[in-house]
């Protein structure tokens, strides 16, 4: 136990999500808990982690939850280990809600993204379709999200390019998707932002002037590819070029391969996402859980071929500089997510003492 990589998580403590600053101390070392001397709440080191209250061997749930997430189903699992299968799809669940709070805080903040890719996959679960909706980055191969939806419609859209949004910086960038034409409609609703001015009422909205938007639409017959047509929708030709020789490395041309390997990817790791399987989900909820769990474990904990081999080790999150090392599956599911930090309270009249020294100290 090290008091020193550990943090209060009590919400209602000035310290809480800070390191290194001497509040943590070890409260008892038989039962791994923590003391803040801030606020004197104790804590289990495993709070906040996939491991709280979990009362299974960690090294048997992290097997289990390793095999799901690398395409063993889960009638597997329950011939070998025994496990009920109400169970294992709890387990799947909270691994999944504990990595989708690891993608927010990691993943999800503004970083340089050249190129960006986005598409669709048809899944099927019992009692109808769902649509799941993904986006990644071309030249780190990162994961920056996914939107589930009973329809494909306008709002899966929406809601896709707005997580897109906020993994982007003001910066030139190139969206790539197949011919729907929600794609259009929510890219240049989001990026854009007000202008300042003196003047009473809402300010007026203007669009990011880097971004470009780049269609790729297949002719099929019979069920093969007889023609591609690429559009340029938005953005100069030059810059379409520049922005997918940057991010491709190698140049090339408009194309959305890069998504659909990743949805290959995906449909292959998690078995409810099959074409045909008898390991249908039965809730969105359910499905929304496994893809943060695979995407997550695509980003930390997978090396990826165009990145580097498979001696050296680069995974999609080392290089878009977010981590330095690859991650094993426990350390993923045992990353604390910090809350974020003490706002001092809004009073009348003036401070006290004791409240500037807080303020002194934990917000400054």
């Given at each position: 136990?090290?008091?020193?990589?550990?943090?209060?998580?009590?919400?209602?403590?000035?310290?809480?999500?800070?390191?290194?600053?001497?509040?943590?101390?070890?409260?008892?070392?038989?039962?791994?808990?923590?003391?803040?001397?801030?606020?004197?709440?104790?804590?289990?080191?495993?709070?906040g982690t996939f491991f709280y209250r979990l009362h299974v061997d960690i090294q048997l749930v992290v097997w289990v939850v390793g095999l799901v997430a690398n395409g063993c189903p889960i009638q597997a699992i329950r011939a070998v280990f025994g496990f009920d299968p109400r169970t294992v799809r709890s387990w799947i669940k909270k691994a999944g809600l504990h990595c989708e709070g690891v993608h927010e805080h990691l993943v999800a903040k503004p970083a340089?993204?050249?190129?960006?890719?986005?598409?669709?996959?048809?899944?099927?679960?019992?009692?109808g379709i769902v649509w799941v909706g993904s986006a990644i980055s071309v030249r780190s191969r990162l994961w920056l999200g996914a939107s589930v939806s009973a329809i494909r419609d306008s709002a899966l859209a929406f809601d896709l390019v707005g997580k897109v949004?906020?993994?982007?910086?003001?910066?030139?960038?190139?969206?790539?998707?197949?011919?729907?034409?929600?794609?259009?409609?929510?890219i240049r609703r989001h990026f854009r932002e007000p202008e300042r001015e003196r003047k009473p009422g809402r300010p007026r909205l203007i669009p990011w002037s880097g971004v470009a938007i780049g269609q790729v639409v297949k002719r099929y017959a019979k069920r093969h590819v007889v023609a591609v047509e690429r559009r340029r929708i938005q953005g100069s030709e030059t810059r379409v070029k520049r922005l997918v020789a940057v991010s491709q490395r190698l140049g090339g041309v408009l194309n959305t391969a890069f998504i659909e390997r990743l949805?290959?990817?995906?449909?292959?790791?998690?078995p409810c996402?099959?074409?045909?399987?008898?390991?249908?989900?039965?809730?969105?909820?359910?499905?929304?859980?496994?893809?943060?769990?695979?995407?997550?474990?695509y980003n930390f904990c997978t090396n990826h071929d165009a990145l580097g081999s498979r001696t050296e080790g680069k995974t999609p999150a080392m290089a878009a500089g977010i981590t330095d090392h690859r991650w094993s599956l426990a350390e993923l599911l045992s990353y604390r997510v910090p809350p974020p930090r003490w706002v001092p309270p809004k009073r009348r009249g003036r401070k006290s003492k004791a409240l500037l020294a807080l303020i002194q100290r934990w917000a400054m």
């Open positions: 136990m090290d008091p020193l990589s550990t943090f209060c998580a009590n919400p209602d403590c000035p310290a809480r999500g800070q390191f290194g600053k001497g509040n943590i101390t070890i409260h008892s070392q038989e039962e791994q808990r923590y003391r803040c001397t801030v606020c004197g709440k104790t804590k289990v080191a495993t709070f340089d993204h050249p190129q960006i890719q986005l598409d669709e996959l048809r899944v099927k679960r019992q009692g949004k906020r993994c982007c910086r003001k910066r030139p960038l190139l969206f790539t998707s197949d011919g729907w034409q929600p794609y259009v409609k929510a949805n290959a990817t995906f449909r292959s790791w998690l996402l099959v074409r045909r399987t008898r390991g249908l989900a039965r809730r969105t909820e359910t499905i929304l859980a496994g893809v943060y769990l695979i995407g997550s474990v």
